[in-house]
């Protein structure tokens, strides 16, 4: 029992900063520094990683009419006027080729890198300069970008130029831990003249084909013999996870209507240095 209280808690801080440009996983690493889970270390590693799927149910859900390309009931953008094309939503399927344009960069070292990058970086020091810097990142640029006019204001404008750029920076986020993908990729479409909102969104949809690509490798990685126990905490862990998403997605959109993203980063330094000092005085 005492287990299954600490998956759900580990799902609420998840459901939480999974989509809050703060970084999961700098919260995550200093979770479990005081509430540790008693689980082998291999189930561990994919527990943090597959424990997204649950945040992913939440964007799908609260998304889905701007994701879901096919149907012919509000379809303004059929591929064809007749006949089976008819039922396919042109501009979600563009959206959808940009999304995966974007992927690709952070896919291709995510399946032949992941474990390189993951023993060089995930510790405590590295995870706290990426909260700093990335932290400094957003207050510089929404400081900079507050007398400047926006460029994209819609998802369609979107170009695959400027989904690649934002790309790049996702795969800075799967290099370096503590980076924030959510905040990595905001980050970077902010720099290039993307909207808040847009920006947001986008970077939600980019987490459905990242995290779904990321737990299925960590879970062929596992394999598929969990015990009744390790089942229960994960599912835990994911339902607890997805509920929370739904309240923090919908806090997000709407404040950013209203507030930039300047106070995040002075969350992220004064994490960072937390972080920082922690694993300071533990060495």
Request: glycine residues 8%; charged residues 15%.
């Amino acid at each position: 029992m005492v287990e299954f209280l600490k998956a759900v808690l580990f799902g609420i801080v998840e459901g939480i900063t999974e989509w809050l440009p703060i970084s999961s996983t700098g919260h995550m690493i200093l979770l479990d520094e005081f509430i540790e889970l008693k689980v082998s270390p291999e189930f561990w590693e994919m527990f943090l990683v597959v424990i997204q799927l649950g945040a992913i149910l939440a964007v799908v859900i609260l998304f889905f009419p701007q994701i879901w390309p096919f149907g012919k009931k509000g379809n303004q953008h059929p591929v064809k006027e007749k006949g089976i094309f008819s039922y396919f939503k042109k501009d979600i399927w563009t959206l959808w080729f940009k999304i995966i344009a974007a992927c690709l960069p952070a896919a291709v070292v995510g399946i032949f890198l992941d474990d390189f990058f993951e023993s060089l970086f995930y510790n405590g020091v590295c995870v706290s300069i990426a909260l700093i810097v990335f932290g400094i990142g957003f207050i510089i640029i929404e400081n900079r970008n507050k007398n400047t006019q926006v460029k994209v204001t819609s998802l369609s404008e979107i170009s695959y130029q400027t989904a690649l750029i934002i790309g790049l920076f996702q795969l800075i986020a799967a290099i370096f831990p503590g980076t924030s993908r959510s905040g990595a990729t905001i980050l970077g479409a902010l720099l290039i003249g993307v909207s808040r909102t847009v920006a947001a969104e986008f970077t939600f949809f980019l987490a459905i084909p990242v995290m779904l690509g990321a737990s299925l490798l960590k879970i062929l990685k596992f394999g598929f013999s969990f015990t009744g126990s390790e089942l229960m905490i994960l599912i835990t862990g994911m339902v607890t996870a997805f509920l929370v998403s739904i309240v923090v997605i919908k806090f997000l959109m709407g404040y950013i209507k209203k507030h930039d993203f300047k106070v995040f980063g002075w969350y992220r330094i004064i994490l960072g240095i937390v972080v920082l000092l922690y694993f300071g005085l533990a060495a």
